[in-house]
């Protein structure tokens, strides 16, 4: 039975696409390894929130189960993570870094391909990783959400604490705290999917979207809009 909850994916999936498109444009004017990461991973999100939306509206579809495990589950995170290792490590250790985990996120995106489907679980307008046959398929995912919440929830907290001893740099205060605790969030969500409460993952996934949004708006213009970049800026 279909819910107004159940509807939620779709305004996170159209919110998502607008937040990632800002991040890539802003990539595209200044460069930087991490802002490109950081709009790979607020695509990647989008993804996952749009396997949801089509779940709600035309029901469960095994390619659309697929995509949404290994969207979510294993590249919800990552990406975004990547963007801040990039941005606090140096080049070298940064790549390291991303060939580690990104191979361990492909085997596992391959497993996800290839596991049987229990259909007896499947239900009709709800996700859960529970319907894989091959149950360990899901230690994989604790493994990298670990890594996001290390760099992605660990960076930002540092951050914050750094600014915190500047002055004038309340704003990247506020803002680190927002994209700490919003990227907490969907990862709480995601741990009642194991119970099968996914409504709680559809919900903690727009709140933590918006609030880094709202982090990073603050740590790059003090909570206004980024300033267009001067064109001799980007030449």
Not at 81 to 106: C, E, P
Not at 114 to 130: A, M, Q, W
Not at 149 to 168: D, E, N
Not at 178 to 201: N, Q
Request: hydrophobic share 50%; glycine share 10%.
């Amino acid at each position: 039975m279909r819910s107004f909850v159940h509807f939620i994916p779709i305004i996170t999936s159209i919110f998502s696409i607008w937040f990632g498109t800002l991040l890539f444009r802003r990539y595209r004017e200044l460069g930087g390894m991490h802002l490109l990461w950081w709009a790979i991973g607020v695509f990647a999100f989008a993804a996952g929130t749009i396997t949801e939306s089509l779940t709600t509206l035309i029901g469960w579809q095994e390619p659309l189960f697929r995509a949404w495990y290994i969207s979510g589950a294993l590249f919800g995170g990552f990406p975004l993570a990547q963007g801040t290792v990039y941005l606090l490590l140096d080049r070298k250790k940064a790549d390291r870094l991303t060939a580690i985990v990104l191979s361990v996120a492909v085997v596992a995106a391959t497993c996800v391909l290839l596991t049987p489907i229990d259909i007896s679980l499947v239900e009709t307008h709800r996700l859960s990783g529970r319907v894989m046959e091959w149950t360990w398929v899901r230690a994989f995912s604790p493994f990298i959400n670990l890594y996001a919440v290390i760099f992605l929830v660990g960076g930002a907290v540092y951050s914050a604490l750094k600014y915190r001893k500047s002055p004038g740099m309340s704003h990247r205060v506020i803002g680190n705290w927002l994209i700490a605790i919003g990227a907490l969030l969907p990862g709480i969500g995601g741990s009642f999917t194991r119970f099968g409460h996914v409504e709680v993952l559809y919900v903690t996934e727009l709140v933590g979207i918006v609030l880094i949004y709202f982090g990073y708006r603050f740590n790059v213009g003090g909570g206004r809009a980024p300033a267009p970049v001067p064109q001799e800026a980007t030449a």
